[in-house]
T-cell receptor
Framework: DAGVTQSPTHLIKTRGQQVTLRCSPKSGHDTVSWYQQALGQGPQFIFQYYEEEERQRGNFPDRFSGHQFPNYSSELNVNALLLGDSALYLC??????????????FGPGTRLTVL | AQSVTQLGSHVSVSEGALVLLRCNYSSSVPPYLFWYVQYPNQGLQLLLKYTSAATLVKGINGFEAEFKKSETSFHLTKPSAHMSDAAEYFCAVSEGSSNTGKLIFGQGTTLQVKP
């Protein structure tokens, strides 16, 4: 089992550009969540996708958007990049099977640097 | 709104000493609580979770945590620190009592283990 994979591992962009980050969930998982982790901070929830729809959203501007594909993989898109968008972006996957709690498994993250 | 406070951004212990990382939560409903560990340049790994079963939760690598409702705490302990325990530790709460997985993280505690 490959676990949650993310690409690319590192990315450097300049202000105003757009970026797309990718995530493949753990085998058998159908739900993908994205988190932003700024340096020295805890991760902050961006949004969650289930059945190709955005199910929940955190307090992030519309510049942050996403997509989930039929194979459950997901993309995070950020437009009009700001210096403050520099962070580690974490993807987490889980299976919505109706259990008490659907444990999330995290990928290694994509380190985005905005210059 | 739920929140998590980790007391102490840095904790330093000697190898073999007790590890105690503090976490207090704010929640209006019975929470699901978690501790995650993050090694440098890696994603988050779940150490243990509380989902309203036993209040003393045992996790991986010898860690355990006790849910104390009266103190709204979920402190993480390990009887004897090992050099390999040096990492960043995050306490998290699941929003509401849902099982959809949105996590709210604390700021993190860096654990240093001295030889």
């Amino acid at each position: 089992d490959a676990g949650v994979t993310q690409s690319p591992t590192h990315l450097i962009k300049t202000r105003g550009q757009q970026v797309t980050l990718r995530c493949s969930p753990k085998s058998g998982h159908d739900t993908v969540s994205w988190y932003q982790q700024a340096l020295g901070q805890g991760p902050q929830f961006i949004f969650q996708y289930y059945e190709e729809e955005e199910r929940q959203r955190g307090n992030f501007p519309d510049r942050f958007s996403g997509h989930q594909f039929p194979n459950y993989s997901s993309e995070l898109n950020v437009n009009a990049l700001l210096l403050g968008d520099s962070a580690l972006y974490l993807c987490a996957s889980s299976h919505d099977g109706g259990e008490i709690y659907n444990e999330q498994f995290f990928g290694p993250g994509t380190r985005l640097t905005v210059l | 709104a739920q929140s998590v406070t980790q007391l102490g951004s840095h904790v330093s212990v000697s190898e073999g000493a007790l590890v105690l990382l503090r976490c207090n939560y704010s929640s209006s409903v019975p929470p699901y609580l978690f501790w995650y560990v993050q090694y440098p340049n890696q994603g988050l790994q779940l150490l243990l979770k509380y989902t309203s079963a036993a209040t003393l939760v045992k996790g991986i690598n010898g860690f355990e945590a006790e849910f104390k409702k009266s103190e709204t705490s979920f402190h993480l302990t390990k009887p004897s620190a090992h050099m390999s325990d040096a990492a960043e530790y995050f306490c998290a709460v699941s929003e509401g009592s849902s099982n959809t997985g949105k996590l709210i993280f604390g700021q993190g505690t860096t654990l240093q283990v001295k030889p």
